[in-house]
C-alpha cells in the first residue's frame, strides 16, 4: 500500500514518463490534470502487460491471462466500492484510478471496454469482417481519447466521435505497422472477408508479402486514412496545448501509414518505425 494518494500518483507518473512505450500526452497536459492522465495510462498499460506481455511464465493463449485480467477488474471494482484496494501490489494504480473516476465523474464503463479487448486478445486471433474489427478498437482505443477528453473537462457527441476516429484509426496503423511482430504470435488482424484468397500461410510464414498481399494491405491502409480524416476537426475544437497533441497524434498515424505505403505496403518482411528525423518533421508540420 501505498503511503499517500499522492505517492501513489507519482508512481504512475514515473510509469508514464519511462515506460518503454512513451507516453507524451502526459507532458502535454496540465500539470493538474497530468497526475489524472498518469493513472489511466498506469491502469491501461499493467492491463496490456498481463494480457501481452509475461510470455516467459504464462503460454500466450493461457486462460490463466484472462483469469488474471478478471481479478484486476474485480480489484478495481472492490476499490471503487470501498476506497481502498485490497492488494498491496497494485493499490498504486487503482486508488489513483478511483480518486479521479470520483472527481471527474468518469463512466467506469470506459475502464472496463479497454479490459474486454484486452481479455479478447487473449483468445481471439482472427476477425471475420471490419465491422467485428472496429469493435476491438471501440473497446481497445476509443476510451483512451473520450477519457483525455472528459479529464481535461471537455465533453460533447461530436468531439467524442472525432475522438473515435482518430483513435480507431491509429490502433489500425499500429496493426498494419505491426503486422511482421504479430505473425509471431500468432495474430492476423486483416479481416477475413479482405483475404482476396489469401491463406494463413500467406499472414504467418511468408517471409516477405506477395503482390496480393500488397494489394490487400493497401486497402487497409486506405480505409484506415479516411477515419484519420474524419477526425480532422478535433483539434480546432480544443484548448492549447491539447489541442497541439492531437495534431501530433493526428499526424504520426498518418506518418505510420505514409511508411507502411513507401516499404510498397510490405510489412510481413519488416516493421517500419518512425525516426528522429521523421519526429522533427511531424513536430515542425502539426505547429505550423
Known amino acids: 500500500m501505498q503511503k499517500t494518494l499522492k505517492d501513489a500518483y507519482d508512481r504512475c507518473e514515473k510509469l508514464a514518463f519511462g515506460h518503454y512505450e512513451n507516453f507524451p500526452v502526459a507532458r502535454l497536459v496540465p500539470k493538474a490534470v497530468r497526475p489524472h492522465i498518469s493513472a489511466v495510462y498506469a491502469f491501461a498499460r499493467t492491463a496490456d502487460d498481463i494480457a501481452d506481455e509475461q510470455h516467459d511464465s504464462i503460454a500466450a493463449d493461457s486462460p490463466e491471462r484472462v483469469e488474471r485480467l478478471d481479478a484486476y477488474e474485480n480489484l478495481l471494482d472492490e476499490t471503487l466500492k470501498t476506497g481502498s484496494c485490497p492488494s498491496a501490489d497494485y493499490a498504486w494504480i487503482f486508488e489513483p484510478c478511483a480518486d479521479t473516476i470520483s472527481k471527474f465523474s468518469v463512466p467506469v464503463g470506459l475502464f472496463k471496454d479497454l479490459l474486454s479487448a484486452f481479455r479478447q486478445d487473449v483468445v481471439k486471433k482472427r476477425y471475420e469482417t471490419f465491422d467485428e474489427l472496429k469493435d476491438y478498437c471501440r473497446r481497445s482505443a476509443n476510451p483512451v481519447g473520450r477519457l483525455v477528453l472528459i479529464l481535461h473537462g471537455l465533453g460533447g457527441e461530436e468531439r467524442f466521435k472525432m475522438s473515435d476516429a482518430i483513435c480507431t484509426a491509429l490502433q489500425l496503423a499500429n496493426f498494419w505497422q505491426d503486422m511482421s511482430v504479430d505473425k509471431d504470435k500468432g495474430r492476423i488482424y486483416v479481416p477475413r472477408c479482405d483475404w482476396d484468397g489469401l491463406t494463413e500461410d500467406d499472414f504467418l ?41 492531437i495534431r501530433l497524434t493526428l499526424a504520426g498515424g498518418r506518418a505510420i501509414c505514409d511508411m507502411v505505403e513507401k516499404r510498397g505496403y510490405d510489412t510481413i518482411s519488416d516493421r517500419p518505425s518512425i525516426g528522429a528525423f521523421d519526429k522533427l518533421k511531424i513536430l515542425l508540420k502539426s505547429i505550423f
Open 205 to 245: 510464414k511468408a517471409g516477405f508479402a506477395s503482390d496480393k498481399m500488397r494489394q490487400v494491405v493497401k486497402f487497409q491502409v486506405e480505409r484506415t486514412r479516411g477515419l484519420f480524416d474524419l477526425g480532422d476537426g478535433l483539434p480546432k475544437t480544443l484548448p492549447f496545448p491539447l489541442s497541439l497533441e
